[in-house]
């Protein structure tokens, strides 16, 4: 009888003990979601801004209107995705401070940067085509005086560098090559001196060189648009990082948590079922 009382006294103090260490282990269990989900909204951000950089860089290569769209469409839904992630339980489990202002503002920055960044490539193509259109009119004339094939070669010089500084211009110049933009300007030296002083042949180059003369400067505003840009995404880009890297160290914070809980739980009924099995044999 006395055994029996033992007994049961000690499998109630286990009973309770299994409460007090269980509660606990619930709520690290039940706030496995939230973290769950601070990961998955990080990897979304992260995702989100990967492909708007990798659409940046198909726009600037093929010029395709239909990623314009997509760029759009992407930035909605990192605005929809802030709203939700504002809304979210897992958003007052965090210990450090909310980034919503940052986040905001990066998103908000750049959409009108990129705006401004498809403007200054829709310049430079409206430039090139106009002097394609020019160029119609400097050949009419080269033609109508005498010995023209000079002249074509000496607008063909011209042409060869200024593709030259559109393809070369973001790579570095070799040290003992003048830039594309000198030799662009000696070459419409030359056309000019075969020219003659011909008032026509000047004015329409003196047309072409501003042309070019915004071409590079569209093209410089555009490149530092695009620096820009980049600075933008790595701000959205950090955030989600953030997410990703404090929902990870949360989660196996939780698991350390989890295992050691578990395992005095588990301890405490081998002890248990060890002495009543002791008991028993006393008996």
């Known amino acids: 009888m006395k055994h029996a009382k033992v007994v049961t006294t000690a499998f109630s103090i286990c009973i ?13 269990v039940k706030a ?3 973290h769950t989900r601070m990961i998955e909204t990080g990897e979304q951000i992260i995702e989100s801004v990967l ?5 940046e860089q198909a726009y600037l290569l093929y010029h395709h209107e239909d990623v314009l ?11 929809k995705l802030q709203s939700s992630y504002e809304k979210a339980e897992f958003t007052r489990a965090r ?6 202002a940052v986040w905001e503002e990066a998103t908000n920055l750049y959409e009108r940067l990129f705006d401004q960044f498809v403007l200054y490539r829709k310049a430079v193509e409206k430039n090139i ?11 009419a004339v080269i033609y109508s005086k005498m010995n023209p094939e000079r002249g074509v070669i000496g607008l063909q010089e011209i042409r060869i560098h200024e593709k030259g500084y559109l393809l070369y211009r973001n790579y570095p110049e070799p040290p003992d090559e003048h830039p594309f933009q000198d030799k662009r300007k000696e070459a419409v030296a030359n056309l000019l001196m075969w020219a003659h002083e011909d008032k026509r042949i000047e004015e329409l180059m003196q047309k072409d060189d501003e042309l070019f003369n915004e071409i590079m400067a569209n093209y410089e505003m555009q490149d530092n648009t695009l620096a820009a840009l ?24 939780i698991h ?9 739980l588990l301890m405490m009924w081998v002890i248990m079922a060890i002495a009543i099995v002791s008991t028993l044999f006393r008996r």
């Open 16 to 28: 309770a003990l299994s409460f007090l260490i269980g509660i606990p282990l619930l709520l690290q």
């Open 32 to 34: 496995i979601s939230k």
């Open 51 to 55: 492909e708007m950089e990798s659409e």
């Open 69 to 79: 769209d997509k760029i759009k469409d992407r930035i909605s839904g990192l605005r």
């Open 95 to 100: 210990t450090g401070p909310v980034e919503f």
């Open 129 to 139: 085509v106009e002097i394609r259109d020019l160029e119609k009119s400097i050949l």
């Open 230 to 253: 980049k600075k933008e995404s790595a701000k959205i880009r950090n955030i989600g990082q953030t997410f990703f890297q404090e929902g990870t160290e949360r989660l196996q914070m």
């Open 256 to 264: 350390r948590r989890c295992v050691f809980l578990s395992t005095i």
